[in-house]
């Protein structure tokens, strides 16, 4: 613990000397980058996520990244970092560091809706244990994020609270169901997110906004405290702006939770060493024939394959492989995932938390609950609650949901097939750079479409990677390449990804988002979603 | 087979405990013919011979150790709900009419 009479000794927020950076410069730093100089003791933690809470008010209103910004608590933290570290405390190199948390993940005293209406003003009990572990390394939390409502969506777009717009273009989607996080770190509000990946909600967000995300090995990540979508399929995992800080990340949230029965015991190597040692000569690298196809976007493959080509040249050898059940995976996954969901909402039963809509005259507990229900969910939750308990009904469980979960054996068939002639398979991340705001609301199927790359990692539980390949030729928006490693080979695609990003950066001459556009100079928009 | 009817999708929300309108009811029922059709894909190749993978990393009998840890105190539990009295969580009459 820190010694109070510590903090009047020393150099306060405002006072830390010439090799204080500006605000604007201190949001362009990476975590990696900001950890050293906290630790160097050349800024505060308050002057950071002060930086970062001006760079939320200037461009959140046109963004909105956030859900709820915890701007006193994130300054109260900061000051009591700053406190410790000049105390002598020894603390964990990411104290001090501002962290964004999708909502998905409940945070103790701050408000949590998982996107939904039915949750609206629910502040948490306890914390979701990635949260508390970074909590527990001094992060500082600057808010909540945005997202579709409890995760389902492509796009954000069905959040209650209204869309998050791409940092890249104001008029496209983030991404979805994680637009909040992605959109968050693109536009410099914070350097690091929290995510959860069912289907891609990790992965697409970061392919469409020129970030970076991981869903790691299913387990590897606590889930306790993950407001469930689809138990079988959910994974948590870091958003962020590098390779390196996603693995500064994922090294705090990882490891065994005896909270979540499904997390796994294993003892984890450090993603940041596998960063380090970051090399691809030698490495297998398999290209999915049958997500190498023509309804790839042209920018989007013409990207892939000159990444590839890099990767060729730094020493990888590339090989293509055959994974035939890839293409049955949306069908599998559109039965599993209602099918969880559906179970999982139940305990939305205006009992417990949040709303309760009573009709017109009072009514049963049932009817309350009906009432509610339909009132604090949106469309695309009441489609698949619909659609899971459908799948799951007496007369047609064999037929979908039972012939789903033979699919996910299949699909797992493949990966371990394409896993014995190579080491990670390779795929753009998502068909299409980020479709416009609006485009795919009215049609169910083609969004779901959207995720055919990402679904099938999900079903196996493998971890996938997703990290800025460039910018397509035709309309200028980010590009992501997707890596997929075999299950508990997460630090497999932190090498394969920080070699691609380190050629990339030299071809670049930096990273790719010192190409998006400066966000101060756009003009607000209409109808802001606040 | 996935000739869904108006009267199936308000069985199901029904089941579901959500009290969709006539109108929510009508357009649901046309995305979900149009889903669960893209959907049935599946049959294609889950044959009897494949087995079903219900989790993705299975784990056998996990259980924590059988002691007294910390949990929510009753008032924070409590906290969230839309109506308590104190120490329970208070809702409107279980039994309907026709009990």
Redesign the interface.
Known sequence: MSCPEASGTLAGSGDSGSGNPAASELIRLTAAELSAQLVAGEVSAVDVTQAHLDRINTVDGTVHAFLHIAHERALTAAADIDRRRAAGEKLHPLAGVPLAIKDVLTTRGMPTTAGSRILEG?????DATSVRRTLDAGMIPLGKTNMDEFAMGSSTEHSAYGPTRNPWDLDRIPGGSGGGSAAAVAAFEVPLALGSDTGGSIRQPAHVTGTVGIKP???AVSRYGAIALAS??DQIGPVSRTVLDAALLHDVIAGHD?HD??S?PDAWPSMVEAVRRADVAGLRIGIVRQLDSSSVQSGVSTRFHEALVLLEKNGAQIVEVDAP?FE?AI??Y??ILPAEA?SNL?KF????????V??PG??????????T??AG?G?EV??R???G??AL?SGYYD??Y?????????V?RDFTAAFEKVDVLATPTAPTTAFKLGEKLDD??SMYLNDVATIPA?????PGISVPAGLAPEDGLPVGIQFLAP?REDARLYGVGAALERALHAQWGGPLLAQAPDLTRMIPLEGGHR | MSDITAEQVAHLAHLARIALTPHEIEHMTRELGQIMSAVERVNEVATPDVPPTSHPIALHNVFRADVVGNTLTTAEALAGAPEADGTRFVVSAILGEEQ
């Not at chain 1, 009072?362 to 009432?371: D, I, K, L, R, S």
């Not at chain 1, 039972?402 to 299949?410: D, F």
């Open positions: 629910w502040i948490p009990p306890y090995t299913y387990g079988s399929l005896p029965s499904t796994l059940h049955h069908a599998a559109y039965l559906s139940a039963d205006s009992v417990r938390f949040g709303l309760r009573t009709p009072g009514g049963t507990v049932e009817q309350v609950m009906a009432a229900r339909e969910f469309s009441k489609r609650i619909i659609l308990t459908y009904s037929a979908y039972g012939s789903a979960q033979k699919v996910r054996t299949l797992q169910p199927m999900n079903l196996a539980g493998v299950a």
